[in-house]
């Protein structure tokens, strides 16, 4: 499966902005999806999970209230709502697909911007 990430941008603190993930190439209901960051010289963070069938949800507790991780099997796409950003939510942004368990992910999209200022 392929994986292209979208939708970051410069935000002012307390702001909103939501994150696409378009997959292509195998049916993307076989994949568990999940999000993460990765801020200027920190590791790459856990941020948000969804099964396959959206049902189920984890989050980081760092974003958990503000963010919420969906997907629409029928538009091959995972969203990434994020409200009330703050300036520590600044880092590339990746989508990631897993065929067989939430946490060992096997494809990774390229990343996208969010940068919120204070």
């Known amino acids: 499966v392929q994986l292209q990430a979208y939708g970051g941008g410069l935000v002012r603190t307390g702001g909103s902005l939501r994150l696409s993930c378009a997959a292509s190439g195998r049916t993307f209901s076989s994949y568990g999806m999940g999000w993460f960051r990765q801020a200027p010289g920190k590791e790459r963070e856990f941020v948000a999970a969804i099964s396959w069938s959206g049902g189920t949800t984890y989050y980081a507790d760092s974003v958990k209230g503000r963010f919420a991780i969906s997907r629409d099997n029928a538009k091959n796409t995972l969203y990434l709502q994020m409200n009330t950003l703050k300036p520590e939510d600044t880092a590339v942004y990746y989508c990631?697909?897993?065929?067989?368990?939430?946490?060992?992910?096997?494809?990774w999209g390229q990343g996208t911007q969010v940068t919120v200022s204070s």
């Open positions: 990631a697909a897993a065929a067989y368990a939430l946490g060992q992910y096997d494809y």
